[in-house]
């Protein structure tokens, strides 16, 4: 019980540092979001009357208080679920706008996410099983040089080919602007085809290093005294290798992928800039752009609970999957 605690008590506190620090951060950037709403619409020299400027600052809540009495009403309203108005889309509050942005994340990295890692680790503990080999060495070495091409190369050949030479598909956006937006089969179908490349963009470096690091995890454990004493014992290659050798390998992959699935809700600002994919990655550019105080902080909030929570689930896991991490704790 002395680790599960010890877990859940680091967890406690680094979330409390964690929303401590996305309220400061901002805060120490340069700027006045109501001065740059003005600025975008001024039309005489870059004027901007000081009323006006003062009714923005009130419209959007911007606080001339202390920094302290800020961080109080900060986590009084985060306690009560309230993020505050957006001021880049204002007068939609932030949730609104997060929620128009989530669900096109978690559908398109969520599904290359876990397709990446059920792929690279089965192929990874392919690989291991069939270590020194040809296989082996075409795998590895042909994954080591598709890992270096850069992605937005990559993007940027696939919309080429697909989308501008053969047309098949679109080559930004999440759907056309010809379909209305609702559980109907043509949106669905619509939203379907513009999901592909920036998927298949995703897909084809993202299970390299779930692949990468299985093979060299599950090699490093085939070389311990266990795998030793069952090859002594009589156990056969391959189930040595997938029985006993993939289980101690696998536990660094849930690891990584539980960090990765908390980090998801962040999105990805590359994928979603290049496709134009209406993304919480691209919703953050345009907060950070805009100085959008409250979008950014609560972006930078759902992203770091969520690593926070997927580092807690994979150490409770971890504790549960290996009983030598309890025994080194309890010492």
Known sequence: MTYFARRIGFFVLTLWGAVTLNFLIPRMSSGDPAQAILEQVAVK????????LEAVRAMLGVSDASLWSQYVDYLQNLAAGNFGVSYTYFPYTVTDV??????????????????????????????????????????????????????FWLALLLIYVFAITLGWLPSSGGYSGAVEPGPSPEFFVDAWQHFLLPAAAIMITGPIGWMLGMRNNMVASLGEDFARFGRAKGLSARVLALN??????ILPNITGFALALGGLVGGTALVEQVFNYPGMGRLLLEAVSNKDFPLMQTIFLFSTVGVLVANLGADLLYGVLDPRARRKEAA
């Open 98 to 151: 997060i929620g128009d942005a989530l669900p096109w994340t978690i559908v398109l990295l969520g599904t290359t996410l876990v397709l990446s890692f059920v792929i690279g680790t089965l192929l990874g503990a392919w690989v291991a099983w069939r270590r020194n080999s040809g296989f082996d060495a075409i795998v590895t070495v042909g994954s080591s040089f598709l890992g270096t091409l850069p992605f």
């Open 244 to 249: 006993y050798g993939a289980r101690v390998a």
């Open 45 to 52: 020299d870059g004027y901007v009357d000081p009323a006006q």
